[in-house]
């Protein structure tokens, strides 16, 4: 099965800072039909996952320009430019390109 | 618009079945996918399957020996049953369809 390994596990930002979230594969994401099936998204306190990012950088409508994903092949990164206080929680990479599907570990994102 | 929502018994039993249904409506089952994803408490997400659009399935490896996801497209349901379950599968389970995800719902395992 593929792993991601997502680092940091926690971050703290201030309002307006630029951080960004690691996603690596144990395995290329690059399908045979030339997509690349991995998404970002975003655990709220006490509600559901929503999707930022899907084929690695598009960013899902509704979402924020703040919010941008980037990588191939095994790398991946989202980058969010200028926290804001609702960007508090819980960051995924998801991969659908390898079945079965897994999620990364997650990455905890606190605002100073 | 596209909704999900789960249901099923809020406490289960160990070494008993889970049975759980998830309700679409604003889509069809016979041209989307529908996946279950569980988190145990302050834990993170865990991906159990998919019911693709033909009727195809896929599951978590360490699930799949006790793990079955079906549906009734006349009904616009899935359907997700897990046998012998431990205190371990006390979570909020979730269906997904990728972009839109229902409430959850939790899910006790106990005596």
């Known amino acids: 099965d593929v792993v991601l390994t997502q680092t940091p596990p926690t971050l703290s930002a201030t309002i307006g800072q630029s951080v960004s979230i690691s996603c690596r594969s144990s395995?290329?994401?690059?399908?045979?039909?030339?997509?690349?099936?991995l998404n970002w998204l975003l655990q709220r306190p006490g509600q559901p996952p929503q999707l930022l990012i899907y084929?690695?950088?598009r960013l899902e409508s509704g979402v924020p320009n703040r919010f941008s994903g980037s990588g191939s092949g095994t790398d991946f990164t989202l980058k969010i430019s200028g926290v804001e206080a609702e960007d508090l929680g819980v960051y995924y990479c998801?991969?659908?390109?390898?079945?079965?599907?897994?999620f990364g570990s997650g990455t905890k994102l606190e605002i100073k | 618009q596209v909704q999900l929502k789960e249901s099923g018994p809020g406490l289960v039993q160990p070494s008993e079945t889970l049975s759980l249904t998830c309700t679409v409506s604003?889509?069809?089952?016979?041209?989307?996918?529908v996946h279950w994803v569980r988190q145990p408490p302050g834990k993170g997400l865990e991906w159990m399957g998919i019911?693709?659009?033909?009727?195809?399935?896929d599951y978590n490896s360490a699930l799949k020996s006790r793990l079955s996801i079906s549906r009734d497209t006349s009904k616009s349901q899935v359907f997700l049953k897990m046998n012998s379950l431990q205190t371990e599968d006390t979570a909020i389970y979730y269906c997904?369809?990728?972009?839109?995800w229902g409430q959850g719902t939790l899910v006790t395992v106990s005596s």
């Open positions: 997904t369809r990728s972009r839109y």
């Open positions: 604003g889509f069809s089952l016979t041209s989307n996918s």
């Open positions: 019911i693709r659009s033909g009727g195809s399935t």
């Open positions: 395995q290329s994401l690059l399908h045979s039909n030339g997509n690349t099936y």
């Open positions: 084929l690695v950088s």
């Open positions: 998801v991969q659908s390109t390898h079945a079965p599907f897994t």
